[in-house]
């Protein structure tokens, strides 16, 4: 059973920074696309960073320059280091993982509980 645990998100002040972690366990065989989402209450969720296995990274606009995402392939797990943050940063984030496990033969996409980010006034 596959399982993605975050953790990292809480209170912080505008022009502060956070760091989400997400680690995938549970029979997993190869992961490609790890991400980042997240949903502001009335607001869709949106797509914040992704990275492949292979490293490649891609970030949505509104995060270039403050946000990075990383990850360590050994562990299963992606990160996002969260800078320079900004009151319409509040949101839950998602962890998302295309994972290929040993009962199937094909990829699917898992998702966390996800995590509260919280900009205080």
């Known amino acids: 059973q596959v399982q993605l645990v975050e953790s990292g998100g809480g209170l912080v002040q505008p022009g502060g920074s956070l760091r989400l972690s997400c680690a995938a366990s549970?029979?997993?065989?190869?992961?490609?696309?790890m991400s980042w989402y997240r949903q502001a209450p009335g607001k869709q969720r949106e797509l914040v960073a992704s990275?492949?296995?292979?490293?490649?990274?891609n970030y949505a606009d509104f995060v270039k320059g403050r946000f990075t995402i990383s990850r360590d392939n050994a562990k299963n797990t992606v990160y996002l280091q969260m800078t320079s943050l900004k009151p319409e940063d509040a949101a839950v984030y998602y962890c998302?993982?295309?994972?290929?496990?040993?009962?199937?033969?094909?990829?699917?996409?898992?998702w966390g509980q996800g995590t509260q980010v919280t900009l205080s006034s």
């Open positions: 990275i492949r296995n292979t490293g490649f990274t």
């Open positions: 998302n993982a295309q994972i290929r496990t040993f009962s199937g033969p094909g990829a699917s996409d898992y």
């Open positions: 549970g029979g997993i065989r190869s992961i490609n696309v």
